[in-house]
């Protein structure tokens, strides 16, 4: 079924508010939100809204198979400052790295998704934050990321922007049939770690009319080891009419490989402010694994630039 069709015949809509939630900056409305995305899911599908103008703090939330999170006009998603109140996946051996071990917004094995409207998802990272220096910003470990879609089918994110990501901003883990368009990244410039979008053993990506500030890669794609044996090749990306700006590389492919990376069109970008434009690093082997394991994904194919503007800072 295809996507636009379900959001048309599955109708339910349910706010916050009938939930439970609370506005304000001091209540976790993690499980307000949870059950409305409940209720929706189990009745066949449909729309949980955050209302207009007002700000909601909550830990995570799991977006469920064929439910809309709306974020209406001035609606702000807060993430929570304490890092307890975060889904947590440290006990995995691959994900010991503190920076990669939680989550805030996101799925798992779910299809016809969808992160829409021109609300704010407030990311937090000033609560995650050590210390402020002219030259960079010192993370509080741990942190977590931002947007995270994990074995995903027919997922659509649109409009909204996301600000002050800790951590990676947003990231389709062994995604398929996935679409950005429209969104603003807005994060701290001197923050490491706080890439924009990262592909990551996804397939048929459409990334589109973005606008994106990252303290580090602005657009990556990348096979890392803890998705690479389950799904394989990053393939058929296309990104096109982003405007990005990264304090490390603007775009980057093949860090982190472990598989393919291939059948790629980047076009009618603009590049600016950015420590570097494009990057593409044929294999990572992680210095600290004992015994380091190889990165198996050694090649690229079908990969390519056309119509760019690059305007790089005097160095």
Not at 204 to 222: F, H, Q, T, W, Y
Not at 285 to 307: L, V
Request: charged share 20%; proline share 6%.
């Amino acid at each position: 079924m295809l996507f636009a069709n379900y959001e048309k015949e599955h109708l339910l809509k349910i706010c916050i508010i009938e939930a439970g939630a609370v506005p304000g900056k001091t209540a976790n409305n993690s499980p307000a939100i949870q059950s409305a995305i409940d209720t929706v899911h189990a009745a066949g599908g449909g729309t949980v809204s955050i209302p207009a103008g007002q700000t909601f703090m909550t830990g995570s939330v799991e977006i469920k198979s064929h439910v809309t999170l709306h974020l209406e006009p001035g609606a702000v998603l807060l993430a929570s400052p304490d890092i307890k109140d975060y889904w947590g996946i440290d006990k995995d051996e691959n994900f010991k790295q503190a920076d990669f071990a939680r989550y805030w917004i996101y799925a798992n094995k779910a299809e016809n998704i969808a992160l829409t409207g021109s609300g704010t998802l407030d990311a937090n990272s000033p609560a995650f934050t050590a210390e402020r220096l002219p030259e960079r910003t010192v993370p509080r470990n741990p942190r977590a990321q931002s947007v995270v879609f994990i074995g995903c089918r027919n997922v659509r994110v649109r409009d909204l922007t996301i600000r002050n990501a800790p951590s990676w901003a947003l990231r389709p883990a062994g995604c398929e049939d996935v679409v950005i368009d429209g969104i603003s990244i807005l994060s701290d410039l001197g923050l490491v770690n706080s890439d924009g979008i990262d592909p990551d053993c996804s397939r048929n990506v459409r990334i589109s009319n973005c606008l994106i500030e990252a303290g580090d890669d602005g657009i990556c794609l990348k096979t890392r080891k803890e998705f690479a044996d389950e799904y394989g090749p990053c393939e058929n990306i296309t990104v096109t009419n982003c405007v990005i700006r990264s304090s490390c590389a603007a775009l980057r492919i093949g860090t982190e490989s472990f598989a393919p990376i291939r059948n790629a069109v980047f076009s009618n970008c603009i590049i600016h402010g950015s420590h570097r434009g494009i990057v593409i690093r044929n294999s990572n082997r992680p210095a600290a694994e004992k015994p380091p394991r190889k990165p198996r994904g050694d090649h690229f194919g079908n990969t390519t630039f056309r119509r760019f503007s690059l305007n790089m800072p005097d160095m």
